[in-house]
């Protein structure tokens, strides 16, 4: 696939953090309007990678481009500035602030919540109502799901080009798993690109358009989703389990 149909790729990269070398030379590619999931056993360097792309850590070596740029050099509030939101593990969110601050916070266009596009917000609210009713309560105060999807809320309440996301459905109820899959799927719909760490396969194969696998630093596997949903010895030797 071309780079114009790619909205992002990482090319030979390799990333150091202090001692210990961690990417060994990773190729990955994230086509235009699709959900590329990002599949390994833990410990394979997938958070590493998607923390090299915001810039959280440089990569010693080879590129990572972003809509044609080259951003591997640029420091992380310079890549959110060109419309990517990052979702990290550990959501990231104010736990003191409501959750009506918590999304003026991530609104850089607006200096009250008045200010944040309506219409956008009722979509986000049709998306999570839970953002929705607890507008004002205290963000700290919220279940583990409801702070995933406040922290995605946050990510999307401005339009976005990408979205990357870390392992959201971990630690999430199977309802709130289901509400996940919906929303993403909407979001897909909407024509945002998503970069997604998984490791819920229930939650991969009914979500990836995409997928490449990490082992050991490296991407050892890529291709559709479908096709590896349906090949049971590939996921074994892959993932070492089944779909």
């Known amino acids: 696939m071309s780079e114009a149909q790619n909205l992002l790729e990482l090319r030979g990269v390799h990333t150091h953090i202090g001692a210990y070398h961690i990417l060994h030379g990773v190729d990955l590619a994230v086509p235009r309007g699709e959900l590329t999931m990002l599949l390994g056993r833990n410990g394979a360097g997938k958070t590493t990678t998607l923390r090299t792309i915001m810039?959280?850590?440089?990569?010693?070596?080879?590129?990572?481009?972003?809509?044609?740029?080259?951003?591997?050099?640029?420091?992380?509030?310079?890549?959110?500035?060109?419309?990517?939101?990052?979702?990290?593990?550990?959501?990231?969110?104010?736990?003191?602030?409501?959750?009506?601050?918590?999304?003026?916070?991530?609104?850089?266009?607006?200096?009250?919540?008045?200010?944040?596009?309506?219409?956008?917000?009722?979509?986000?609210?049709?998306?999570?109502?839970?953002?929705?009713?607890?507008?004002?309560?205290?963000?700290?105060?919220?279940?583990?799901?409801?702070?995933?999807?406040?922290?995605?809320?946050?990510?999307?309440?401005?339009?976005r080009k990408l979205l990357i996301i870390d392992e959201p459905s971990k630690g999430l109820a199977p309802v709130m798993i289901n509400n996940m899959i919906d929303a993403f799927a909407q979001l897909k719909a909407s024509g945002v690109t998503i970069l997604l760490v998984e490791q819920n396969i229930h939650f991969a194969k009914r979500l990836g358009d995409s997928v490449a696998v990490m082992d050991d630093g490296r991407v050892v596997h890529a291709g559709r989703m479908a096709e590896l949903a349906e090949d049971e010895a590939l996921q074994r030797s892959l993932l070492g389990l089944a779909l």
């Open 55 to 159: 810039g959280l850590w440089q990569a010693s070596e080879g590129s990572v481009h972003f809509d044609g740029r080259d951003i591997g050099r640029l420091h992380t509030p310079h890549i959110a500035g060109l419309d990517i939101a990052y979702v990290p593990e550990n959501m990231g969110i104010f736990a003191d602030l409501t959750v009506k601050e918590n999304m003026l916070l991530a609104a850089r266009r607006a200096r009250t919540a008045a200010q944040i596009d309506e219409q956008r917000l009722q979509w986000i609210f049709g998306l999570f109502p839970a953002v929705q009713k607890f507008w004002n309560h205290p963000a700290g105060k919220l279940s583990g799901g409801q702070k995933q999807m406040l922290a995605v809320s946050r990510a999307i309440v401005e339009p």
